[in-house]
DNA sequence: TTGAAAGCGATACCAT
DNA sequence: ATGGTATCGCTTTCAA
C-alpha cells in the first residue's frame, strides 16, 4: 500500500506539500506540483478514502439509497442518478432499503453518514426528525419526498400534472368508464398524506375527469397492495371475474402495474388495446417494447438525476448554507404507444 | 457526533475497554460490557466505519460492482446479492461499471479496496494482474469470470448445461431449423475466450445439436453487439425482411435478447410460439410476464448470490489462507412457458 | 480484566 | 511557497 509519504519521499518533499500538490492547492509552485505528481504517477500512488474522510468528512463519493434494486423503476433511477453524479467526477454507491424501516436506518446511520459526502434519498418509512438524526447534517436530498412540511431539499415527479395528463389521453382517446389502479380515494381525506405519490396521483386523476365533465364514481379508484406487478394481474382476474369488465380505460399509476394489468387480462381472454386501453406512469425501458407497447408519462430520469445531484453538490459546496429546502419537479412526457390505441 | 471517548467517558472506563466491549471481545467482563452497551446506547452512538476501517482494515462493507444498472439481469443479480450479504449482517453498497475499463480501475483502485472489506466483481476489460494490482489483496470474487487460467475465486452461471438444455428443448419442442442469437462460431477459434460466456453458451448448443444428430450449419449462429433488446429486435427485422422466417425455433443467449427478437417478430407479423418458438437465458423477472411469457433458462440467483458471498466471507474470515481459486457453478433450471408451445 | 499510548493515512493550521 | 505537527475516531499491542 502507497500512501502519501512514500510520495513526498519520492518527490523530496514533505507529506503537508505533497497533499497541497496533490490536490492542486495554488499556494504550491508549479514546478513542485508537476514534481509531485510525477512521483504519484509513478508509485502508481492513490488517496486512502477512509483516511480523507476520516479527517475532512469528504471523500467525494455520494450515496443512493432506494427500494428494491429488482424493480425495473428504482433500478433505472439509480442507474441515472449514478452516471450523473460519475459525470461531475465523483462516485456513486447505491444501496437498497427493501421498503424496511430497518434498512433504512442502517444505510442512514452507517454507511451514508459516514462513508458518504452526500445522499439522495427515496424515504418509506424513517421521518424527518430521525432523517435530521441519523445523518447528523451531511447533505441529502429526497426522491418524491411525501412530507407535508419539508424539511429537506427534494425532487419530485410530476405526479399531479402526469396524472391528469394520463386521464386526459383515456378521455381524448374515447373512454368512458375509466379505473384508476393503485389507490382508492380514502387516501385524499387523510392529511398526512396530502404529498405522498398516490395521492398526488390521483387528484390529478380527479382534475382531469373533472376538466372532462366526467362524473366520478369512487369504486373506480381501486387502492393496490404492494404496488407490483403480481398485485395487478390478480386484480385484472377478480375484475374480470365479475362478468363485463367494469372499464374501457385504465391508469395504473405505476407502469409495473399497467404491464401485470395487460398480461393478467390477456390471461382472461381480454385484449389492449382492443377492449380496454392501457396507460402507465414511470416510463421503465420495459414499456416501450411490451407487447402492445405501453402508453405511459414518462419521467425524465436524466433530468431528475440532474436536479438531484445539482441540489446535493449545491449544498456540499454551502454547508449549513441555506435554511428553506428547496423542492423541483421532473419533468415528464407522454409517450404514446399501442396500448391506448384503441380501435375505433 | 457521538464518538467512542464519549460513551468511555459515559460508562467509566477507559477507551480501549469501550472499543473491546462494544464488539463483545470475551476478555472484557459481563457486568462492564453491559455498562457499555447501556452508555453506548444511551448516547445513540454507532461507531464511524471510515475510522475503523482506517485502522483495522476492516468495516463491515463489501462492495459489488456489476456493468449497467438499468437492465434486468445485472439488477437483479446485484439485489439478490445485496439481500444475502444483508443476511450476514453486513453492508452491501453497489456500483455500477458501465462496462467500462475507466470505470471498473476507477471502482476497484478507490472504493473498493480502500471502503471495502471485500468485493464482488463481474469482469470486464480488466485483466486479472491488473486487478491484483489494484485491489491490495482484498478478497475478490468474480462473476463468471472469462480467465482461462484463473487467479480470483468465481462464481459461474451454468452456461454449458444452460444453453445444453436449451436447445435440447427446442429439438424437444420439434423444431428442424435452429437459431442461436448472440455470437457466431468464430468465438470459439479464440483460445482466450474459451471460458467466455458466449463461448460456453455456444458450444453447449454445439453439444445438444449434436447429440440431436442435427448437422450445424454455421449461419444459424447470428453474432450481435450489444447483447441487448434493440440489437435482437433489429436482428428480427432483418431476418424477416429476407423472405421466409429461416428458423422456427431460436435460442438467444441472454432474456433481453430474446424479449427484443419476440417483439421484433411481433412487429413483422410473425407470431411467438405460434410461427417461431424463442427460447432465452437468463430468468429475468421480466420473462415471466411477457406475451406470450418467455420459456427461460433461469440460473438460480439465489444460489449463485449464496455461493459468491459464503467464499468471500471465507476469503475474509482466512486471509491469505487459499492458494488455488475455487471457482463454483450456479444452479439453473428450465422455466418451460409459453413462448416454446408450438401449436403442432 | 482493564488502561495507556501508538498509529492507521490523510488534512489543515501555524510557522517559517 | 513549503514544512512541522496535531488531529480525525478507532483498534491493538503492551503493561499493569
Known amino acids: 500500500m502507497v500512501t502519501m509519504s512514500d510520495v ?8 503537508a506539500t505533497a497533499s497541497y500538490a496533490l490536490r492542486g492547492d495554488t499556494r504550491i509552485a508549479e514546478k513542485t506540483r508537476t514534481k509531485v505528481l510525477a512521483a504519484a504517477k509513478r508509485l502508481n500512488y492513490s488517496a486512502n478514502l477512509s483516511a480523507r474522510s476520516l479527517r475532512s468528512g469528504r471523500n467525494g463519493v455520494i450515496g443512493v439509497a432506494i427500494f428494491e434494486l429488482d424493480k425495473p423503476y428504482p433500478s433505472q433511477m439509480s442507474a441515472a442518478i449514478s452516471r450523473e453524479i460519475n459525470a461531475h467526477g465523483m462516485q ?5 432499503t427493501m421498503n424496511s424501516r430497518e434498512d433504512e436506518v442502517s444505510i442512514l446511520r452507517r454507511v451514508t453518514s459516514q462513508l458518504c459526502d452526500g445522499t439522495i434519498f427515496s424515504p418509506g418509512n424513517v421521518s424527518n426528525e430521525e432523517m435530521k438524526a441519523l445523518t447528523h447534517g451531511k447533505p441529502i436530498v429526497l426522491l418524491d419526498d411525501p412530507s407535508v412540511r419539508p424539511v429537506f431539499d427534494s ?33 385524499l381525506d387523510e392529511p398526512s ?42 386484480l385484472a382476474h377478480s375484475l374480470a371475474a365479475q362478468g363485463d369488465f367494469p372499464f374501457d380505460g385504465v391508469f395504473c399509476i405505476t407502469d409495473s402495474m399497467a404491464l401485470g394489468m395487460i398480461r393478467g387480462l ?8 382492443r377492449d380496454v386501453a392501457v396507460i402507465g406512469f414511470d416510463g421503465i425501458n420495459e414499456s416501450a417494447s411490451y407487447i402492445p407497447s405501453l402508453t405511459t408519462i414518462s419521467t425524465d430520469r436524466e433530468d431528475l438525476a440532474h436536479k438531484a445531484v445539482s441540489i446535493l453538490l449545491d449544498d456540499l459546496n454551502q454547508p449549513d448554507g441555506r435554511t428553506k429546502p428547496r423542492r423541483q419537479t421532473a419533468r415528464f412526457r407522454l409517450d404514446v404507444r399501442e396500448s391506448t390505441m384503441l380501435g375505433r
Open 92 to 96: 456513486a454507491i447505491i444501496q437498497q
Open 266 to 273: 390477456h390471461e382472461c381472454g381480454i385484449s389492449v388495446p
Open 155 to 187: 425532487v419530485m415527479t410530476a405526479s399531479r400534472e402526469g396524472a391528469r395528463t394520463a386521464v386526459a389521453h383515456l378521455l381524448a382517446q374515447g373512454c368512458h368508464r375509466i379505473g384508476v389502479v393503485g389507490s382508492d380515494l380514502a387516501i
Open 193 to 234: 398524506m396530502k404529498n405522498s405519490v398516490a395521492a398526488r396521483r390521483l387528484s390529478g386523476c380527479l382534475e382531469a375527469l373533472e376538466e372532462g365533465k366526467r362524473t366520478l364514481s369512487p369504486d373506480s379508484f381501486i387502492g393496490l397492495e404492494p404496488w407490483d406487478e403480481d398485485s395487478a394481474r390478480s
Open 8 to 15: 513526498a519521499k519520492e518527490a523530496d518533499v514533505s507529506r
